[in-house]
């Protein structure tokens, strides 16, 4: 299935499909906005965007498990050297057809979790499968819009905020993250390349660090971010 920007490779009903696609044709927009906000020349892509989403999550979860880095527990991720996404429609479970809750989704060098949070840009409808396709999207188009390069190691504070703010996913507002966990100093924070461990409740927390920490500077300081991306 296509849409203007984007193919996507799935075994979703068509009308679940067409409206995937549409809200990763609204992140398109969402992303151009936003790279003109901090003065960056985004360049659309010279091809159409590769992105997949199965229906059955253990189909997902044998392919995350073939690929390096991928942990088990992740439900979707940015593959940088094949330049896709590929997470499961929350919507089913591939062995009971349960709905299923979950929202994680990941770089594959890392991890995230999605929090709710009515800051920053999000998806729409509110889904937890809308919510980890706008995160990885980001990822998608900051690494072929010239915002990020593929041959450029970031601060994974940067890349991983980025997306998590993007999709609307940290708390923003000065209040204390949540969770049991005490939260990561900001001199240990930017220095850091993965989360600290794999426990979703401290890979949560980590990564709405990260997106708070973006959302700060891009508030405070949008030629600061500009810069770092440079």
Same mark, same amino acid.
């Given at each position: 299935?296509?849409? #203007?920007?984007?193919?996507?490779?799935?075994?979703?009903?068509?009308?679940?499909?067409?409206? #995937?696609?549409g809200?990763?044709?609204?992140?398109?927009?969402?992303?151009?906005?936003f790279? *003109?906000?901090? =003065?960056?020349?985004?360049?659309? !892509?010279?091809?159409?965007?590769? @992105? /997949?989403?199965?229906?059955?999550?253990?189909?997902?979860?044998?392919?995350?498990?073939?690929? /390096?880095?991928v942990?088990?527990?992740?439900? %979707?991720?940015?593959?940088?050297? !094949?330049?896709r996404?590929?997470?499961?429609?929350?919507?089913?479970? =591939?062995?009971? =057809?349960?709905?299923?809750?979950?929202?994680?989704? +990941?770089?594959?060098?890392? +991890?995230?979790?999605?929090? &709710?949070? $009515?800051? +920053?840009?999000?998806?729409?409808?509110? $889904?937890?499968?809308?919510?980890?396709?706008?995160h990885? +999207?980001?990822?998608?188009?900051?690494?072929?819009? /010239?915002?990020?390069?593929?041959?450029?190691?970031?601060?994974?504070?940067?890349?991983? =905020?980025?997306?998590?703010?993007?999709? %609307?996913?940290?708390? @923003?507002? /000065?209040?204390?993250l949540?969770?049991?966990?005490? &939260?990561? !100093?900001?001199?240990?924070?930017? %220095?850091?390349?993965?989360?600290?461990?794999?426990?979703?409740? #401290?890979?949560?927390?980590?990564?709405?660090? @990260?997106?708070e920490?973006?959302?700060?500077?891009?508030?405070?300081?949008p030629?600061?971010?500009?810069?770092?991306? *440079?």
């Amino acid at each position: 299935v296509e849409s #203007r920007r984007f193919v996507l490779v799935t075994d979703l009903d068509e009308d679940i499909a067409v409206r #995937r696609l549409g809200a990763l044709e609204r992140t398109y927009e969402r992303f151009f906005e936003f790279a *003109d906000s901090i =003065g960056q020349d985004a360049a659309p !892509p010279e091809h159409k965007l590769l @992105c /997949g989403i199965f229906s059955d999550e253990q189909r997902y979860r044998a392919l995350a498990r073939s690929q /390096g880095g991928v942990h088990g527990w992740i439900a %979707g991720y940015y593959a940088a050297l !094949p330049n896709r996404v590929v997470l499961y429609d929350d919507a089913f479970e =591939g062995a009971t =057809g349960a709905p299923n809750r979950e929202a994680e989704s +990941a770089v594959v060098q890392g +991890a995230r979790v999605a929090l &709710a949070s $009515d800051t +920053a840009p999000r998806a729409e409808t509110g $889904d937890a499968t809308e919510q980890k396709l706008v995160h990885e +999207a980001a990822h998608l188009l900051a690494f072929n819009c /010239g915002l990020q390069l593929r041959s450029r190691q970031y601060p994974f504070w940067l890349t991983e =905020g980025i997306a998590t703010w993007f999709e %609307g996913s940290a708390d @923003c507002d /000065g209040a204390p993250l949540s969770g049991a966990h005490p &939260a990561v !100093p900001v001199e240990q924070l930017v %220095g850091m390349t993965a989360p600290i461990d794999d426990d979703p409740e #401290r890979v949560a927390q980590f990564y709405a660090q @990260c997106a708070e920490l973006f959302s700060r500077l891009v508030e405070e300081s949008p030629d600061g971010v500009s810069a770092l991306l *440079d």
